[in-house]
């Protein structure tokens, strides 16, 4: 048996397992209150559905994330309140945000949190965050495939342009 090869849960967590897993369980309190707001504002009952899946996901992740700190005696980040449910028509139409802008931003939150799961993943030692940040990224590129079909249907998606096919044999 080599160094760290017994039950992952009782070997020490490294310094960018602690970085990484406590940075990212910020960043997912912070994201479950800005979906709450987004929520909101949000008309579209889809991307309300949607967002609905990316604050019970968010709860999910903290709760892990949560466990496993504690378990290995991290503080944790702050928590930010609850947000309070409001009315679509109490928003002033120039202080909403409108229903493209949240889906762009839902869209950049995955793509950024897919990046961070797969960051976490290449640096762990330890087999059970790597496979809880497995699973996390899993649940993000699932929800972000259909936040992507959401913004076709609903004619959201601005793409870059687009490269013209070139002539083969000219």
Not at 29 to 58: F, M, S
Not at 139 to 168: C, D, F, M, S, Y
């Amino acid at each position: 048996m080599g160094i760290l090869s017994g039950n992952p849960t009782n070997e020490p967590m490294h310094y960018g397992e602690v970085f990484g897993t406590w940075s990212f369980l910020l960043t997912a309190k912070g994201l479950v209150a800005g979906y709450q707001t987004q929520l909101n504002h949000a008309g579209d009952d889809d991307l309300k559905k949607l967002l609905e899946e990316a604050i019970q996901g968010g709860y999910q992740e903290i709760k892990q994330i949560e466990t496993l700190l504690k378990e290995n005696g991290i503080g944790l980040p702050p928590t930010p309140p609850e947000r309070p449910k409001a009315c679509l028509e109490d928003i002033p139409t120039g202080a909403r945000f409108q229903d493209p802008e949240i889906a762009a931003s839902l869209s950049k939150d995955i793509a950024a949190g897919l990046v961070s799961c797969s960051q976490i993943i290449g640096q762990s030692i330890r087999e059970d965050i790597a496979m809880m940040f497995g699973q996390f990224h899993v649940q993000k590129a699932t929800l972000g495939a259909k936040v992507l079909r959401l913004n076709k249907e609903k004619g959201w998606l601005i793409p870059p342009p687009l490269h013209p096919k070139q002539a083969e044999n000219c």
